[in-house]
């Protein structure tokens, strides 16, 4: 199976930036499409963003629109997250996950594997 691992998750003030990073073992990194998801305190887990394999197609929720860039570097097996313009309703556990379809989907349970998560925290 894969096994993805977050890293990169902190505190940052409203307006900062944070890259997160999802480190992929143990399958074919780039069979798969990945996926960001997150999920704040008392909320349930809602979808991020999504890029397809080989990096074709990438997908993003609305409120990140804009300030959030997903990529994936294959030779490394790992996907990153760029947000920028942070806001403080950002604030949630961010989870990577793997899905083992050419295109991504949106909702958690079309995701075959996931990360543990990293805690991302914006102050206002």
């Known amino acids: 199976q894969l096994q993805p691992v977050e890293s990169g998750g902190g505190l940052v003030q409203a307006g900062g930036s944070l890259r997160l990073s999802c480190a992929a073992s143990g399958r074919t990194f780039s069979n798969y499409a990945m996926g960001w998801f997150r999920q704040a305190s008392g909320k349930e887990r809602e979808f991020v963003a999504a890029i397809s394999r080989s990096a074709a197609r990438v997908y993003y929720a609305d409120s990140v629109k804009g300030r959030f860039t997903i990529s994936r570097d294959d030779a490394k097996n790992t996907m990153y997250l760029q947000m920028n313009s942070l806001k403080p309703e950002d604030t949630a556990v961010y989870y990577c996950?793997?899905?083992?379809?050419?295109?991504?989907?949106?909702?958690?349970?079309?995701?075959?594997?996931w990360g543990q998560g990293t805690q991302v925290t914006v102050s206002s």
């Open positions: 996950a793997a899905d083992r379809r050419l295109v991504p989907g949106s909702l958690d349970h079309e995701y075959d594997y």
